[in-house]
């Protein structure tokens, strides 16, 4: 069994436990008002592991499924099957916890705002995928293909507008910083990927 497909079932598990427990829900989500007078940082990683609904981590898990097994393979190609599952898991991990600094600092005074879900460490994995396979087509709105280098700039430019001027309780700021925290992850683990991203964005081309 591949470790994505673990990391699927716990959070479906977590989260399904979740949805009938509010309680339970409160103690793991991401909660920076809570967090910072109760000092409760573990929230920064569970709350990756819960979701608002079942449509919203259906879509989290489809996605993390997708495109986790094939970064996951990417880590044990170089690393073998137990170092580099060890650095999978870790990465989408810290990814999880570096997607939610951000919004911890940005309203550690708000007590109205929390959130839930993968999306961070989701955005983190996706992004490797895109250094590793920048041409490659990805679905926009999951029906237009777009070349993922495209779709990555747009999905950064998205997350920042909607940071900054959508008040529809999603953290965006999470999606951004996720994505980042997985660029910076995959360079310090392999540099070497960097180069190989500059590669196949120059000779993979698709129009030339």
């Known amino acids: 069994m591949s470790i ?14 979740c ?9 793991l ?18 709350s990756g592991f819960v979701h608002g609904d079942i449509v919203h981590l259906m879509v989290n898990m489809f996605v993390l499924y997708q495109f986790g097994q094939a970064i996951e393979y990417y880590f044990k190609s170089f690393l073998g099957n137990t170092g580099g599952g060890i650095v999978y898991t870790l990465t989408y991990l810290l990814i999880i916890v570096m997607a939610d600094i951000r919004t911890y600092y940005k309203h550690i ?9 993968a999306s961070g460490g989701v ?6 995928y895109i250094l590793l396979y920048p041409w490659s087509m990805l679905g926009l709105y999951a029906i237009i293909p777009v070349p993922a280098i495209i779709f990555g700039a747009l999905y950064l430019w998205y997350s920042t507008w909607a940071a900054n001027n959508q008040r529809d309780n999603v953290d965006h700021d999470a999606h951004f910083y996720g994505a980042l925290a997985g660029i910076l992850i995959a360079i310090v683990t392999r540099p070497a990927i960097i180069m190989e991203f500059l590669h196949h964005l120059i000779n993979d081309f698709p129009w030339k």
């Open 4 to 17: 994505t497909l673990i990391i699927v079932i716990i959070s479906s598990i977590v989260s399904i436990a």
């Open 19 to 27: 949805f009938n427990n509010p309680g339970l829900l409160n103690k």
């Open 29 to 46: 989500k991401h909660h920076p008002y809570v967090e910072g007078r109760n000092h409760e940082y573990y929230r920064w990683l569970t």
């Open 109 to 117: 005074n708000n007590p109205y705002f929390a959130s839930v879900g």
């Open 123 to 128: 955005s983190g994995i996706l992004f490797i």
